[in-house]
């Protein structure tokens, strides 16, 4: 059996390729910023050599600023073939997060996602996935009170692709690496573009499982992820600079009951953002898990 099939973890590298204009309407030119780029690269060949990753978890989107935050998801994983080559994971997640000057991570709404993703084996320790996913964020001052903007949420399309290799694995342990590219469009409620309305974000996530007994349905998932991006600011008229924004670490308790088609998640991510400014959030994550509700679809013919 594969790498990638017991962990069920899909990630998938979709290219970052080169920006192309628009040679009649628009020339946008993208400055790189040189360290970040060589940063990149050397992280993509760490992957190129390495890597893989998974979606035994539902981790936590981002949520802005604040110093506690709770996230709840629902998600649905299917078989699609007989051959058990293709997935269909859908989710709905729901987040909530405190103010910048108290810690309770219940204390206002956040966002709420509703997120569909394929995945495809095609080798052995190889897997390649493409989603979409909708997201609709509060957004709040960044001074007391903390009250919400003039325009009370933020609409979010957004549609990525990753690849996934299984490089390392034992009866105990599997090490897990993966590239993710997000391609990121944002509306105001009445879906006009907001001043930021497209950012291209890399992904780069390395990430340990140790099966915690013999059955394996029971395991401590492990990993740190850093996030690249360059955004284009409709006032300015052109794209910042591509580089690191922020970084996520987490660490969860996974388990899957024998005689349940289900797994239940229970974690910790820590969210350092160091782009305009320097913060980190601290979020409780859980989420539940159906596993192939419709077995039929998996059954050999």
Sequence with gaps: MSCLKQENKFPVLSRFGPLLCNRITIKVKVKLNTKA?????????????????????ITPPGLGE??????????????????DKW???????????SNPDNFDPLF????????????????????YSFALSYRRQDEYADVFPFEHEQYRVKQELRVYGR???????????????????????????????????LQLRSRLRLQLTVNLNKAKNQRLVLSSEQLFSTSNDLDRGKFSDFGYRESRFSVYYSLTPVNLPLTFNIGYMNNLVTDERTYDVH???????????????????
């Design 37 to 57: 780029l060589k940063y990149l690269v050397l992280m993509l060949v760490t992957v190129v050599l390495t890597g893989n990753v998974s979606l035994s978890q």
């Design 66 to 83: 604040a110093n506690t935050a709770n996230w709840l998801a629902f998600g649905m994983r299917q078989k699609l073939d007989t051959a």
């Design 87 to 97: 997935q269909s994971v859908s989710y709905i997640g729901i987040g909530r997060k």
């Design 108 to 127: 206002k709404p956040a966002i709420i996602v509703f997120n569909q993703e394929f995945y495809h084996q095609f080798h052995k320790n190889w897997q």
């Design 163 to 197: 690849v996934a290799y299984c490089w390392f694995q034992s009866e105990r342990m599997k090490l897990i690496t993966t590239f993710r590219q997000d391609i990121r469009t944002f509306y105001h409620p009445d879906f006009t573009f907001e001043n930021e309305n």
């Design 283 to 301: 979020y409780l994550g859980f989420d539940i898990v159906l596993n192939n509700p419709f077995p039929g679809k998996s059954k050999k013919r």
